[in-house]
T-cell receptor, first 113, second 119 residues
Framework: GNSVTQMEGPVTLSEEAFLTINCTYTATGYPSLFWYVQYPGEGLQLLLKATKADDKGSNKGFEATYRKETTSFHLEKGSVQVSDSAVYFCALRDGGATNKLIFGTGTLLAVQP | GAVVSQHPSWVICKSGTSVKIECRSLDFQATTMFWYRQFPKQSLMLMATSNEGSKATYEQGVEKDKFLINHASLTLSTLTVTSAHPEDSSFYIC???????????????FGSGTRLTVV
């Protein structure tokens, strides 16, 4: 079945450092891909998405490119801030009848001042 | 954008009692709602998918008699944890999918979660 593999955390960075969180997927066809962010004690918020190969999703300085050849959707940000500290989830939309989201295990990012 | 309201945000209950969690889509109609359980160290487990007016589809290993899901209208779904026990303590999150064309724009909107503690 479809699945998402996400790099394990926690990832600890200093403010203004470059961020990469790796995400790869296994799926039939070309699913839509998402990054969600979860701040402490809250639900998930959509950060960005891409619906087809070579699409680049971007939001709040974060970017991810849908790479079909490597089945990847890595999240990047050039300069992180303390306020970016959160858990980041990579997900794909399963193509079945329910169109449910399949999540990676999440990566905790801690940014230190 | 789309908003999903989830209540309560936290609840403490005694072992053996039942707890109901509500999930409402505030400004859109949600044909499909998903219920997740989040375990320590973040991982999200999809428990069930509910469609308005029909029975929920439960994921393998989820007890449907313990986790009752009702999706009586296009804006409301409820999860009832029946005869709760300490091992049911967790963070429960709902998600709603918009009807029709809007699904491609907003996709899935998540509630803010409910922290359940069973003592």
């Amino acid at each position: 079945g479809n699945s998402v593999t996400q790099m394990e955390g926690p990832v600890t960075l200093s403010e203004e450092a470059f961020l990469t969180i790796n995400c790869t997927y296994t799926a039939t066809g070309y699913p839509s891909l998402f990054w969600y962010v979860q701040y402490p004690g809250e639900g998930l918020q959509l950060l960005l998405k891409a619906t087809k190969a070579d699409d680049k999703g971007s939001n709040k300085g974060f970017e991810a490119t849908y790479r079909k050849e490597t089945t990847s959707f890595h999240l990047e940000k050039g300069s992180v801030q303390v306020s970016d500290s959160a858990v980041y989830f990579c997900a794909l939309r399963d193509g079945g009848a329910t169109n449910k989201l399949i999540f990676g295990t999440g990566t905790l990012l801690a940014v230190q001042p | 954008g789309a908003v999903v309201s989830q209540h309560p945000s936290w609840v403490i209950c005694k072992s053996g009692t039942s707890v109901k969690i509500e999930c409402r889509s505030l400004d859109f109609q949600a044909t499909t709602m998903f219920w997740y359980r989040q375990f320590p160290k973040q991982s999200l487990m999809l428990m069930a998918t509910s469609n308005e007016g029909s029975k929920a589809t439960y994921e393998q290993g989820v007890e449907k008699d313990k986790f009752l899901i009702n999706h009586a209208s296009l804006t409301l779904s409820t999860l009832t944890v029946t005869s709760a026990h300490p091992e049911d303590s967790s963070f429960y999150i709902c998600s709603a999918r918009e009807q029709g064309a809007q699904a491609h724009i907003y996709g899935y909107t998540f509630g803010s979660g409910t922290r359940l503690t069973v003592v």
